[in-house]
């Protein structure tokens, strides 16, 4: 049974920090990986998407990468912003199964 | 255009009703989903659905049962409605055809309160 851990559980920078977010799955047969964030009393809004075959991702100021044989992807923010605030989950796809999701990191940015 | 939809966005009731929230995605994805978040803000799937499969989470009580109108709409109705049922509850959608990457789209969420 995949679980799926995020550390750490919360996180506050001082505005313009480069910040790592990290996420461990136990099983490494993976199918992908999508990086979200969510921001209060809203719903999750697609950050990134990593196929098992791939090693990183890059939108913007994001660059999530994936080491499925260490179970483990990190989510990198640079120049962080206090916008940047918000709960950042992962989900794991094994292959014929639904994602699982971390418990999520909970980012304060400060400006 | 909202991608995922979700009504009603709040749903306040009492023990014992039967309810149902509604779902719909114009983004013409083949499989839509359902998640419960508890109060934990924990996120577990409830089902995952299209016109040829319904994978239910075993942990999900009888009481909750999707329904599909059609390929853009997955509802959520619940039964006997109990207090361990409040929670923040999204509906999601993707693309599994061949090809396709299973990326997920969230609607905003349904906040249910049982009292």
């Known amino acids: 049974k995949q679980e799926v851990t995020q550390i750490p559980a919360a996180l506050s920078v001082p505005e313009g920090e480069n910040l790592v977010l990290n996420c461990s799955f136990t099983?490494?047969?993976?199918?992908?990986l999508q990086w979200f964030r969510q921001d209060p009393g809203k719903g999750l809004t697609s950050l990134l998407l990593i196929q098992s075959s791939q090693r990183e991702q890059t939108s913007g100021r994001l660059n999530a990468s994936l080491d499925k044989s260490s179970g483990r992807s990190t989510l990198y923010i640079a120049a962080s912003q206090p916008g940047d605030s918000a709960t950042y989950l992962c989900a794991v796809r094994n292959y014929g199964q639904n994602f699982v999701f971390g418990p999520g990191t909970r980012l304060s940015v400060l400006p | 255009d909202t991608a995922v939809s979700q009504t009603p966005k709040y749903l306040v009731t009492q023990m014992g009703n039967d309810k149902s929230i509604k779902c719909e995605q114009n983004?013409?994805?083949?499989?839509m989903y359902w998640y419960k978040q508890d109060s934990k803000k924990f996120l577990k799937i409830m089902f995952s659905y299209n016109n040829k499969e319904l994978i239910i989470n075993e942990t999900v009580p009888n009481r909750f049962s999707p329904k599909s109108p059609d390929k853009a709409h997955l509802n959520l109705h619940i039964n006997s409605l109990e207090l361990g049922d409040s929670a923040v509850y999204f509906c999601a959608s993707s693309q599994v055809a061949s090809g396709s990457f299973y990326e997920q789209y969230f609607g905003p969420g349904t906040r249910l309160t049982v009292t």
């Open positions: 099983d490494s047969a993976i199918y992908n």
């Open positions: 983004l013409g994805h083949d499989t």
